[in-house]
């Protein structure tokens, strides 16, 4: 039990938080092993097919993190307060990870499949600008120097880049494309089987809690860098004493931020 | 057999993805933790 708590310990500070981090774990193992062991291979594209239970539930939290970073944008933009800024960042990072993943493991899926890495296909194409607009948002965080400015402007962009998520899902339904069209989250009913719908779902819910778990620890890690970003002065000051925090609190613009 | 070399590489790349986010989040803990505790003399609580 002691070993356990120890491994739980590891995962993270609070106790929500490692639960959740277990919980993580233990779905991802799920995912894989029945993922790769027990669910079928497809009946026309054998053993590579198993590529799904990872590159479409990327591809869910990529619309996830977005649709964090959108909503947060927006309610820095009507309230001004720069939590709402903090969560945007987080779910950037967390969101531009997932998206390059999904992109390679699309490549890893469509080499076999199409015979080639990559294609200038709408679905892919759009996925790539996707990739780009987030990593120029994280790349905007950097350069404007007053903390008030970059958040107005970071939430503008996460606001308007938006704009690209439903495109990227619906391009498969506008546009002439070598991209399957979608199978789950589609007008009617699922079109796999049973058994792999409900490896996906699976999937989905460990993926999901991946994203809520790596959000939780990132907002952890933003705090600390915010106050390590302080001037030693109002860091040496006991918390009673400190005077009231303005909104120029830098966000991710310490020494310390990656 | 083929296929599974690409299906293989896909789980890897993925877990080592995760996996090394994490990592990555634990370093700049530690190292806001550090700074942290040299700028104010005290010891941060909490592993993190």
Redesign the interface.
């Known amino acids: 039990m002691r070993y356990v708590y120890r491994a739980l310990?590891l995962l993270?500070?609070h106790r929500a938080q490692r639960v959740m981090g277990a919980a993580t774990l233990v779905g991802?193992a799920a995912t894989?092993a029945i993922?790769?062991f027990v669910v079928p291979p497809d009946a026309e594209q054998?053993?590579?097919q198993?590529?799904m239970y990872?590159?479409v539930p990327?591809a869910w939290v990529t619309y996830l993190s977005f649709g964090a970073v959108f909503v947060a944008s927006i309610a820095y933009l009507r309230t001004g307060r720069i939590q709402w800024d903090r969560v945007a960042c987080a779910s950037a990072e967390?969101g531009v990870?997932f998206c390059?993943?999904t992109i390679?493991?699309g490549a890893?899926?469509g080499?076999?499949v199409w015979g080639t890495w990559w294609t200038w296909d709408p679905r892919l194409t759009t996925t790539a600008v996707l990739l780009l607009i987030y990593v120029g948002y994280l790349s905007l965080r950097r350069v404007a120097d007053n903390p008030i400015r970059r958040a107005r402007w970071a939430a503008v962009v996460g606001v308007v880049g938006f704009i690209d998520v439903p495109i990227v899902h619906m391009s498969v339904v506008w546009w002439r494309s070598l991209h399957q069209q979608a199978t789950v989250v589609r007008p009617g009913a699922p079109t796999i089987a049973g058994s792999m719908l409900a490896t996906l779902l699976l999937a989905f819910v460990a993926f999901s809690l991946?994203y809520g778990y790596?959000m939780a620890?990132?907002m952890?890690?933003g705090r600390?860098?915010d106050?390590?970003a302080l001037p030693?002065s109002e860091?040496?000051t006991p918390r009673a004493r400190r005077p009231r925090p303005v909104q120029a609190t830098a966000v991710n613009g310490?020494p310390?931020?990656? | 057999m083929?296929?599974?070399g690409?299906?293989a590489?896909?789980?890897a790349?993925?877990?080592v993805?995760?996996a090394g986010?994490?990592w990555?989040?634990a370093?700049?803990?530690r190292?806001?933790?550090r700074?942290?505790s040299t700028?104010?003399?005290r010891t941060?609580a909490?592993?993190?």
């Open positions: 310990t993270g500070g991802l894989v993922g790769l054998g053993d590579v198993r590529l990872v590159h990327a967390i990870r390059a993943l390679v493991l890893l899926w080499r076999p991946a790596l620890v990132r952890r890690v600390l860098e106050r390590s030693v860091l040496s310490s310390h931020h990656a | 083929h296929d599974l690409y299906v590489a896909g789980y790349v993925t877990l993805t995760l986010y994490r990555r989040l370093l700049r803990t190292r806001a933790r700074y942290l700028a104010t003399g941060t909490g592993r993190h």
